[in-house]
């Protein structure tokens, strides 16, 4: 069972999605949940199958204190590297709230930001803490609706299946077809 908070303060969980891929955004969220909030079922997004991960995205929306999520696209990538680009999107996430945290718990060992709101790294954060396991959820339903969308320009590349990821048959789509705009350049493609 997962544990609501890492403290008595105004928390926001954080993680991202996306970063493996090879195609597509990082998509981060930040997510404030009500102290009293429970679910049995909340967890990790990887470990949730795609309907269950549709229907607690419902559940967070609808009892999150606030929640922010945001996509950094390919080109943002590309200049700064994956690493830099998912703490951008989770740091954009976490500013883009409407209430000020006074705590953030980030899934993952590697965060830093600007502002004076003291966080704590915690690796596998997404299977120990509910805020965490929300917006690890918000930011995989949000980022693999954008595949989906973008796969149906480029349907060659089955983004609707694979979500960008380095599938056999992605890799060997961009063999035969070449890259797309969406493509991460930088990254080993083949």
């Known amino acids: 069972m997962l544990i609501n908070s890492y403290s008595k303060l105004i928390e926001c969980g954080t993680d991202e999605a996306g970063r493996g891929c ?5 998509t981060a969220a930040a997510v404030i949940l009500p102290n009293d909030f429970r679910n049995t079922e909340l967890n990790d997004s990887k470990k949730l199958s795609e309907s269950k991960r549709n ?12 929640y922010s999520i945001v996509h950094i696209p390919e080109q943002v990538i590309e200049k700064i590297n ?5 703490i951008l999107a989770m740091n954009t996430a976490i500013e883009n709230l409407k209430i000020v945290p006074e705590f953030i718990i980030v899934d993952g060992n590697k965060f830093n930001t ?8 915690i690796i596998k954060g997404d299977s120990k803490y ?4 929300a917006a690890s959820i918000l930011a995989k339903t949000s980022r693999d609706e954008l595949m989906f969308s973008l796969s149906k320009k480029f349907p060659l590349y089955q983004w609707n299946k694979n979500k960008g990821y380095p599938t056999k048959k992605h890799r060997i789509a961009i ?4 890259i797309t705009k969406h493509h991460r350049k930088k990254f080993k493609l083949l």
């Open 175 to 178: 063999s035969k077809y070449g």
């Open 130 to 133: 509910m805020s965490i396991a």
């Open 82 to 86: 994956i690493l830099n680009a998912s």
């Open 22 to 26: 090879l195609a597509g955004p990082v």
């Open 55 to 66: 229907d607690l995205k419902k559940i967070i929306i609808e009892k999150a204190i606030d």
């Open 114 to 121: 600007k502002n004076k709101i003291p966080f704590k790294c």
